[in-house]
């Protein structure tokens, strides 16, 4: 029955990225005029590490939900990793080269970069580790060590992101 529309799955493909590149700026539209509302108008990168990242996180969530009761866990992994690789390998280079063929300058605020990426790595390296304690298995307090792990980071990032902790590696 659908082997006629077979034919389709270029066209199918690139719709759905089209219709992602559109939910995707109204979002960021949206939650740039919420940020602006609560008064966080210069403080885009706390809109980005709570709103943005949850939006884009609850599906990858619910997928991930799906596929590991069906008792495929490394299904669940492997959808979030690589969403998550799309995301940084297409989903920022192309809105960039479009913006540079359109002779549009593109200005990235470095401030607090290196601390941020430094945390990241940070993450990364204390994940691996509750992970290796818990020896490879997932289990409850592998997973509520994760979720304790998220909000610490989130903690940190959002003071850093409001000036209450200061990075270091900045210029004063």
């Known amino acids: 029955m659908f082997q006629k529309w077979k034919m389709f799955f270029p066209v199918t493909f690139i719709m759905s990225i089209l219709w992602i590149a559109v939910f995707s700026y109204l979002m960021v539209w ?15 990168e706390i809109m980005g590490l709570t709103l943005i990242a949850a939006g884009t996180s ?12 069906k008792g495929l866990g490394d299904m669940a992994v492997s ?5 998550n690789l799309f995301d940084i390998c ?3 280079p192309i809105p960039w080269l479009v913006a540079i063929a ?4 593109i200005k990235v605020d470095a401030d607090g970069m290196f601390c941020s990426v ?7 390296m204390a994940i691996i580790i509750i992970i290796a304690i818990s020896k490879w298995k997932m289990t409850k307090v592998l997973g509520l060590s994760m979720f304790c792990s998220y909000f610490v ?12 902790i ?5 210029k004063p």
């Open 30 to 44: 949206w939650t740039e005029t919420l940020g602006r509302t609560l008064g966080l108008g210069e403080k885009p």
């Open 58 to 69: 609850v599906p990858d969530l619910i997928t991930s939900v799906i596929v590991a009761r």
């Open 79 to 83: 959808s979030s990793l690589g969403s």
């Open 90 to 92: 297409v989903g920022l």
């Open 102 to 105: 359109c002779n549009k300058e």
């Open 118 to 124: 430094l945390m990241l790595f940070a993450m990364l």
């Open 153 to 164: 980071y989130l903690a940190v990032a959002l003071s850093m992101g409001l000036d209450v």
């Open 166 to 170: 200061p990075c270091i590696f900045d």
